[in-house]
Nanobody, 126 residues
Framework: EVQLQASGGGLVQAGGSLRPSCAASGFTFDDYSIGWFRQVPGKEREGVSCISSSDGSTYYADPVKGRFTISSDNAKNTVYLQMNSLKPEDTAVYYC???????????????????WGQGTLVTVSS
């Protein structure tokens, strides 16, 4: 059974940093790409970033480019999202997802991802 466990959210002031993580189990980690998405109440789930299992390529949604960095520790089956220069508009529940493809298309299309973990709340105060 595919399981994705997101953790590491929290409350931070604007300009601060957080590094949520996504621990994966129940599947061969090297065979799946991992993506991060976020959602606020009343809005559609929004793509943030993903990392490809095939070649380690990374993609970012425009609102986070230059501020967020995704990385993978294959020995720990864990993907991290380093979030710097946080803004109040980054406040959301952050979810990680797994599927085969991480591309410039799938990074912003949550319907392309088949497996989801529970979210971790990130709150950025002004």
């Amino acid at each position: 059974e595919v399981q994705l466990q997101a953790s590491g959210g929290g409350l931070v002031q604007a300009g601060g940093s957080l590094r949520p993580s996504c621990a994966a189990s129940g599947f061969t980690f090297d065979d799946y790409s991992i993506g991060w998405f976020r959602q606020v109440p009343g809005k559609e789930r929004e793509g943030v970033s993903c990392i490809s299992s095939s070649d380690g390529s990374t993609y970012y949604a425009d609102p986070v480019k230059g501020r967020f960095t995704i990385s993978s520790d294959n020995a720990k089956n864990t993907v991290y999202l380093q979030m710097n220069s946080l803004k109040p508009e980054d406040t959301a529940v952050y979810y990680c997802a797994a599927d085969v493809y991480c591309t410039s298309y799938t990074v912003t299309n949550y319907r392309s991802w088949g497996y989801w973990g529970q979210g971790t709340l990130v709150t950025v105060s002004s």
